[in-house]
């Protein structure tokens, strides 16, 4: 049967290559981007999902990323990190599970970090929401266990996306290093010693979204390497 995917953030990055892999596999795949669904407007978010039949798998992949000492971080910039990487989650997840628990079938599989496992400096807003993504799920996975639905998620460290050519951007200046050892220092913070490509970010997505994962529920794939073994 052919399944309706929806991954949030899926116009660019890790989306675009999570999307690409449930369209080649035969699915019907939604790729909203924030300006066709917010994920952080509760209202856009029940207008966007009311619009849709059904859907057997939701990717919850939208998020942003910003870095800063505690001290210099702002309220503005923290309540948009948890917006969008946690309330995001939260809205879009509640937006579908009526429905799956119905059909009693399903997959829910949000696109976290190695943040969301152990904390980094300057991080201190994104590994927040990290966190609370990865809580979130596992108080969903508890609420549908023993049922067709499933909810997991992946936890990758840095990815080569806009997002992480932005970080390196950001410590090239602050530095003065060039992009090439700014991009090898965050590299160097997972034993993999490089940094992941989107497609296998969502390799793992789509593992944990196939019919034959119904027995993996409230789990989460570390992508690093084995620096996280948890």
Not at 115 to 125: D, I, L, V
Request: proline residues 3%; neutral net charge.
């Amino acid at each position: 049967m052919r399944r309706v995917v929806v991954v949030t953030g899926g116009t660019r990055g890790i989306g675009a290559a999570v999307a690409r892999r449930f369209a080649d596999a035969g699915d019907e795949v939604l790729a909203p981007g924030s300006s066709d669904c917010d994920v952080t407007d509760e209202a856009a978010v029940t207008a966007f999902f009311a619009g849709l039949d059904r859907v057997d798998v939701l990717v919850n992949n939208a998020g942003v990323a910003t870095s800063a000492p505690l001290a210099r971080s702002t309220l503005a910039d923290w309540r948009r990190l948890l917006e969008v990487n946690a309330t995001g989650a939260y809205l879009c997840t509640r937006a579908v599970l009526p429905g799956m628990r119905e059909r009693d079938s399903g997959r829910i599989v949000t696109v976290a970090s190695t943040a969301s496992h152990t904390g980094y400096r300057y991080t201190s807003g994104y590994t927040a929401a990290k966190h609370a993504a990865v809580g979130l799920m596992r108080a969903v996975a508890a609420e549908v266990a023993g049922t067709g639905v499933t909810a997991n998620a992946v936890c990758p460290a840095f990815v080569r996306t806009e997002m992480t050519e932005r970080s390196v951007a950001r410590i090239a200046g602050a530095t003065g290093r060039g992009a090439e050892e700014a991009e090898a220092s965050l590299a160097a913070a997972a034993p993999l010693g490089r940094l992941l490509e989107p497609d296998e970010v969502a390799f793992a997505v789509t593992f944990l979204a196939a019919p034959q994962a119904a027995a993996i529920n409230g789990q989460t794939i570390v992508l690093d390497g084995g620096g996280l073994q948890r």
